[in-house]
C-alpha cells in the first residue's frame, strides 16, 4: 500500500492566493472551533447536530495522522498564513485509483471570493499529479447550491442522485453524485 504521507511530504501546495498543507493539532484553535459551530457553516456538514469543542476537533485531527487512506489539508491564506478552512481528500481507494473529496471554508469573511475554487482545484490536481488517482468523488446535499456551483465550476459533473439520503431535521433530502475523472490518466 502508497504511504499517503510519504506522498505528500512536498510541503506544502501553493496557489496565487492560498497555500495547503497537512492538517496539525496546533492548528486547531478556538476560531477554528468555533466556525464548525456556526450554524451557516456548519448547515450541510455531518457534525452540524453535535457541539464541538477543542477535544472533539484535536481528535478529529488526529484521526487523520498515520493513515494511508486519507488526508487532512488545512487551507491557508498565503500573506497572513491565516487557517480559513479545510479540504479532506478520504476513503482512497487505491486499487481502483478513486477518493472522495470534501471543503469548507469556515472562515466567512472569505466566501464568494473564489477561494474554495482556488483550493479544490489545488487539491485535485495534487489528487491526479502527486497521488496518482483517476477521479475524484463528492456527495453534495441537493439543497446545497453554492457547493454544486463550486464543484461544476472546477469540472465536476453530476453522476448521479442518491434519493432521499441525508436527513435535515425531519425531511430527507437527495444526495448527488459528482465525480471529476482525470483524463490524463
Ligand atoms: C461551499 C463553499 C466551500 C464555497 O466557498 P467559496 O469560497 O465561497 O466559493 P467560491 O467563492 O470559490 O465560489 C464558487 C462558486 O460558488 C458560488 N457561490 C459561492 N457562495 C454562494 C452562495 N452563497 N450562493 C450561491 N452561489 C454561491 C460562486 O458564485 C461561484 O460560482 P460563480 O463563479 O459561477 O459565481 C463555502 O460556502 C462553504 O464552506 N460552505 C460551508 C461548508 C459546505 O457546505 N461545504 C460543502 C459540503 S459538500
Redesign the pocket.
Known amino acids: 500500500m502508497k504511504n499517503v504521507k510519504e506522498l505528500i511530504e512536498l510541503g506544502e501546495l501553493v496557489g496565487k492566493r492560498l497555500l495547503l498543507r497537512p492538517l496539525l493539532i496546533s492548528d486547531v484553535t478556538q476560531r477554528y472551533v468555533d466556525w464548525l459551530n456556526d450554524p ?6 455531518d457534525i452540524r447536530d453535535v457541539k464541538q469543542n477543542i477535544d472533539m476537533v484535536r481528535e478529529y485531527v488526529q484521526s487523520y495522522e498515520g493513515k494511508n487512506n486519507k488526508l487532512l489539508l488545512g487551507i491557508f491564506e498565503k500573506g497572513k498564513y491565516l487557517h480559513i ?1 479545510n479540504i479532506t481528500i478520504s476513503s482512497i481507494d487505491w486499487k481502483n485509483g478513486a477518493g472522495s473529496v ?5 472562515d466567512k469573511v ?9 483550493a479544490l482545484s489545488l487539491a485535485s490536481d495534487f489528487s491526479f499529479s502527486r497521488l496518482k488517482l483517476h477521479r475524484l468523488e ?4 441537493a439543497n ?4 454544486q ?2 464543484f461544476k ?1 472546477v469540472g465536476f459533473v453530476q453522476e448521479g442522485i442518491l434519493k432521499d439520503r441525508v436527513k435535515f431535521d425531519t425531511k430527507y433530502v437527495d444526495a448527488l453524485i459528482f465525480g471529476l475523472v482525470n483524463k490524463e490518466a
Open positions: 451557516e457553516v456548519n448547515q450541510f456538514i478552512g470534501g471543503i469548507a471554508v469556515g472569505y466566501w464568494g471570493k473564489g477561494y474554495a475554487t482556488e463528492a456527495w453534495i446535499s446545497n447550491l453554492p457547493s456551483k463550486l465550476k
